[in-house]
């Protein structure tokens, strides 16, 4: 379960590059160096280990890989789940709590860029039940 955190001041903004494992995927995503990052333990990250850094849209930028790009969705059909058709990684996607914006796997980023990384464990298998904790990610 997500447990409540203080709203983290402000930091200055940088952006930062990341990619599938092939490199046919590439995307920038303006981020602070002080990341609160999302630890799901859903059936989807759990088994893919996806640490989810939540942005808006305006905050993405998709440089490369449209065209090897593949969407999957299940259940509810409101997460968009993009991976990349060559390697088969999920750099990113549009989340079902945030469909105006996009969860990055902070694992396709260079981590040695952030000053300060936390990360909060979410209960995705209840989702239900704990989306509500979710909205705190919202943009500031």
Same mark, same amino acid.
């Given at each position: 379960?997500?447990?409540?955190?203080?709203?983290?001041?402000? +930091?200055?903004?940088?952006? @930062?590059?990341?990619?599938?494992? %092939? #490199?046919?995927?590439? =995307?920038? *995503?303006?981020?602070?160096?002080?990341?609160?990052?999302?630890?799901?333990?859903?059936?989807?990250?759990?088994?893919?280990?996806?640490?989810?850094?939540?942005?808006?849209?305006?905050?993405?930028?998709?440089?490369?890989?449209?065209?090897?790009?593949?969407?999957?969705?299940?259940? +509810?059909?409101?997460?968009? @789940?993009?991976?990349?058709?060559? %390697? #088969?990684?999920?750099? =990113?996607? *549009?989340?079902?709590?945030?469909?105006?914006?996009?969860?990055?796997?902070?694992?396709?980023?260079?981590?040695?860029?952030?000053?300060?990384?936390?990360?909060?464990?979410?209960?995705?298998?209840?989702?239900?039940?704990?989306?509500?904790?979710?909205?705190?990610?919202?943009?500031?």
């Amino acid at each position: 379960m997500a447990t409540k955190r203080k709203k983290a001041a402000k +930091t200055a903004m940088q952006w @930062h590059r990341g990619g599938c494992h %092939c #490199g046919g995927v590439a =995307f920038e *995503v303006q981020a602070p160096d002080e990341v609160e990052l999302v630890d799901c333990n859903c059936s989807m990250c759990a088994k893919t280990g996806y640490l989810h850094l939540i942005v808006p849209k305006s905050q993405f930028k998709l440089l490369r890989g449209e065209d090897v790009l593949t969407t999957y969705t299940f259940n +509810t059909g409101a997460a968009k @789940h993009m991976f990349c058709e060559v %390697c #088969g990684i999920k750099s =990113f996607y *549009v989340p079902r709590s945030h469909p105006d914006g996009y969860s990055v796997n902070f694992r396709c980023l260079n981590a040695s860029e952030f000053k300060s990384i936390m990360t909060t464990e979410f209960d995705g298998q209840q989702w239900e039940l704990h989306a509500g904790e979710l909205a705190q990610l919202e943009p500031n």
